[in-house]
């Protein structure tokens, strides 16, 4: 084991085992999270790392591929074993030069020691040009700027990228072995690099579809989500978080409300469906409505709110804002009827210190998961323990 660690440094250097480090920590760090710490700062810190550990494989992949072949240790071995008469097929002189290229230089030598009465007369044709032709052009001059200013040949690395040779040297069963570790090091990182990503879209999307955890909310919601992660329907909480905090939010992911309120949280008309910081026009409608005396067709409001079209902040004393909740429980019963489901949930906040009347919660306990809308008590707590103990989640 420790010969091997020692082989890998000395291909690999500082860089190269700094990125066998990192993606293995990367990958450790994407284990824990799936077995037992599903934490957001896991999922960070492994991404993190394992593109860190890719541009060291990166950087490294450059260094082994400017290695130089040292060809001496198989010119000796080639050598030693010419002189104990078993010559391989192709023996290498000490210039590095194979049979064939001794003999084709032994010709050459020979044609230029004979006569000009010995040398065969040949005639250069266009079919048949003289062996020697190019030497009747004289000595050819070198441009200037040409010569190449590098103290070593230029190969290519594994990317393809033209590289500069460095003086470092190893046999050739070594470079073979390097480039081996260095395909399968950067095969690993990119892949670790892949799954990291991939643990944070997983986790990105299980808080996306929490109550109130998720970061950095787009407008994705939609029934593909919620299919793969699930979601509350039914949540009390109290104080937890402000109901104006937790709508703007869900807007965000692309969501609607209906609010019941004592007043109004935003004198804006428009919620911005997308963050702050990024420009963009995109916006949901609010509207606010009086419970007292309501002037149109609660149907509307509903329809509305359904299709994602406006959201609503319903204004009033709590039992004129009863009613109108007792009017959308027999609406979304209607609907449970047909197994219609809204595409984007609708929250349902109610933020009033009255409590809602128990007939009308066991309906909406009843009907929100099957037509996708989720109802919110921000105030007011059941008076039934066991109807309170439905609630699918409860925050003191």
């Given at each position: 084991?420790?010969?091997?660690?020692?082989?890998?440094?000395?291909?690999?250097?500082?860089?190269?085992?700094?990125?066998?480090?990192?993606?293995?920590?990367?990958?450790?760090?994407?284990?824990?999270?799936?077995?037992?710490?599903?934490?957001?700062?896991?999922?960070?810190?492994?991404?993190?790392?394992?593109?860190?550990?890719?541009v060291a494989a990166t950087v490294n992949s450059y260094?082994?591929?400017?290695?130089?072949?040292?060809?001496?240790?198989?010119?000796?071995?080639?050598?030693?074993?010419?002189?104990?008469?078993?010559?391989?097929?192709?023996?290498?002189?000490?210039?590095?030069?194979?049979?064939?290229?001794?003999?084709?230089?032994?010709?050459?030598?020979?044609?230029?020691?004979?006569?000009?009465?010995?040398?065969?007369?040949?005639?250069?044709?266009?079919?048949?040009?003289?062996?020697?032709?190019?030497?009747?052009?004289?000595?050819?001059?070198?441009?200037?700027?040409?010569?190449?200013?590098?103290?070593?040949?230029?190969?290519?690395?594994?990317?393809?990228?033209?590289?500069?040779?460095?003086?470092?040297?190893?046999?050739?069963?070594?470079?073979?072995?390097?480039?081996?570790?260095?395909?399968?090091?950067?095969?690993?990182?990119?892949?670790?690099?892949?799954?990291?990503?991939?643990?944070?879209?997983?986790?990105?999307?299980?808080?996306?579809?929490?109550?109130?955890?998720?970061?950095?909310?787009?407008?994705?919601?939609?029934?593909?989500?919620?299919?793969?992660?699930?979601?509350?329907?039914?949540?009390?909480?109290?104080?937890?978080?402000?109901?104006?905090?937790?709508?703007?939010?869900?807007?965000?992911?692309?969501?609607?409300?209906?609010?019941?309120?004592?007043?109004?949280?935003?004198?804006?008309?428009?919620?911005?469906?997308?963050?702050?910081?990024?420009?963009?026009?995109?916006?949901?409608?609010?509207?606010?409505?009086?419970?007292?005396?309501?002037?149109?067709?609660?149907?509307?409001?509903?329809?509305?709110?359904?299709?994602?079209?406006?959201?609503?902040?319903?204004?009033?004393?709590?039992?004129?804002?009863?009613?109108?909740?007792?009017?959308?429980?027999?609406?979304?019963?209607?609907?449970?009827?047909?197994?219609?489901?809204?595409?984007?949930?609708?929250?349902?906040?109610?933020?009033?210190?009255?409590?809602?009347?128990?007939?009308?919660?066991?309906?909406?306990?009843?009907?929100?998961?099957?037509?996708?809308?989720?109802?919110?008590?921000?105030?007011?707590?059941?008076?039934?323990?066991?109807?309170?103990?439905?609630?699918?989640?409860?925050?003191?």
């Amino acid at each position: 084991m420790t010969m091997a660690l020692e082989r890998l440094f000395d291909c690999f250097g500082l860089v190269g085992m700094a990125s066998v480090g990192g993606w293995l920590l990367a990958d450790v760090l994407v284990v824990a999270y799936a077995l037992r710490w599903r934490r957001t700062s896991l999922g960070l810190a492994a991404l993190v790392l394992a593109g860190a550990a890719l541009v060291a494989a990166t950087v490294n992949s450059y260094h082994i591929s400017a290695i130089r072949t040292d060809f001496k240790p198989e010119v000796r071995a080639t050598k030693e074993q010419g002189q104990h008469g078993n010559p391989p097929q192709q023996q290498l002189s000490d210039s590095g030069l194979s049979e064939q290229a001794q003999q084709a230089k032994r010709v050459e030598a020979a044609d230029k020691e004979q006569t000009p009465d010995q040398a065969p007369k040949q005639a250069a044709t266009p079919d048949n040009p003289s062996l020697h032709a190019y030497r009747q052009a004289g000595k050819v001059q070198r441009t200037e700027g040409k010569a190449s200013k590098n103290k070593f040949p230029i190969r290519a690395d594994n990317n393809g990228q033209p590289v500069a040779r460095t003086s470092r040297a190893m046999s050739m069963r070594d470079v073979a072995h390097a480039n081996r570790l260095d395909r399968l090091n950067l095969f690993l990182a990119r892949w670790t690099v892949v799954l990291a990503a991939g643990l944070m879209v997983v986790d990105y999307f299980r808080r996306f579809n929490s109550t109130f955890d998720c970061y950095l909310p787009l407008p994705l919601s939609g029934r593909l989500v919620d299919a793969f992660f699930s979601k509350s329907h039914s949540v009390r909480h109290a104080g937890r978080r402000p109901p104006r905090e937790f709508l703007e939010q869900a807007v965000r992911k692309g969501e609607t409300f209906i609010l019941f309120a004592d007043r109004d949280p935003w004198r804006e008309r428009f919620l911005a469906r997308l963050p702050r910081y990024v420009p963009s026009g995109w916006s949901l409608e609010k509207v606010t409505l009086r419970a007292e005396g309501f002037p149109f067709d609660t149907a509307f409001l509903f329809e509305s709110a359904w299709f994602g079209r406006y959201g609503f902040v319903i204004v009033g004393e709590p039992p004129h804002c009863a009613q109108l909740l007792d009017s959308l429980a027999g609406f979304l019963e209607v609907r449970q009827v047909t197994r219609a489901a809204a595409h984007r949930t609708v929250n349902i906040v109610w933020d009033l210190p009255a409590e809602i009347p128990p007939a009308t919660l066991e309906r909406l306990l009843a009907t929100c998961r099957e037509t996708n809308f989720r109802l919110v008590v921000a105030r007011g707590t059941p008076v039934d323990a066991l109807l309170a103990a439905r609630f699918e989640e409860s925050h003191a």
